[in-house]
């Protein structure tokens, strides 16, 4: 079974999965459990330490059912990464129009309120990852607005703010940056002339 799809035209039911995306029950609370389970045996080891064997057993999930709903432990890491984006996404999907500033506020709050996610992958050097993953999530979240400030409609330049963006959030959690994120967001907002997003029904594609 091919458990990977891959990045395209979405609709609102869409998903954006690296791993298994199916509906059986009993793999998505296999998948659950697994991904939850690494996340703890992260905050006692490092990742080089952790097996797929400790994984099982902490999930009490046999070998074979890691397999085949991952491929890997870094299929693992951006399926947790996943979750979080998931619930960021409904989060700012709310909105009918969204500034710059508050788009920039609400993803600062998100790796906040995920820090102990952010914090073993700074800690393991797996921070690439959560760039990589998020800032396509990020530009997959801006593909559902129009922005007035025509230019950040290219994808050239919505790949440079969201990568900014991203890169901005993993520093501030990498020094422990004690400034709200309010606050954060005015500074990285400050940066640009950026007009407000209005969300459209049909999303754009999102190309890597």
């Known amino acids: 079974m091919d458990k990977r799809q891959g990045f395209q035209n979405k609709s609102d039911k869409e998903e954006v999965l690296s791993v298994y995306s ?17 996340l703890d045996l992260l905050q006692e080891e490092d990742f080089e330490d ?8 902490r999930a009490q999930v046999a070998r074979q059912t890691f397999y085949n709903v991952f491929d890997s432990r870094e299929d693992v890491v951006r399926y947790l990464i996943f979750e979080v984006y998931r619930a960021f ?11 710059f500033q508050v788009f920039s506020r609400e993803t600062f709050r998100c790796f906040e309120k995920n820090s ?5 992958l700074i800690r ?11 800032q396509c999530y990020l530009k997959r979240i801006l593909s ?15 790949a440079f703010i969201t990568g900014g963006l991203c890169a901005m959030a993993i520093q501030c959690a990498t020094d422990h940056d004690a400034l709200d994120p309010e606050t954060r967001a005015e500074h990285f907002a400050t940066l640009f002339n950026i007009g407000d ?7 754009i594609l999102c190309h890597l």
């Open 22 to 38: 199916g509906k059986n029950p009993s793999a998505l609370r296999s998948q659950n459990m697994l991904a939850h389970a690494f």
């Open 50 to 57: 952790v097996t797929v064997t400790m994984i099982c057993q």
């Open 89 to 99: 996404e409904q989060q700012i999907l709310g909105h009918d129009v969204i500034s």
């Open 116 to 120: 102990a996610l952010v914090d073993v």
């Open 124 to 134: 393991n050097n797996m921070t690439s990852i959560l760039q990589e993953e998020f």
């Open 144 to 158: 559902r607005f129009h922005c007035a400030s025509e230019e950040l409609n290219e994808p050239a330049n919505q």
């Open 197 to 203: 997003f209005v969300r459209i029904d049909e999303p």
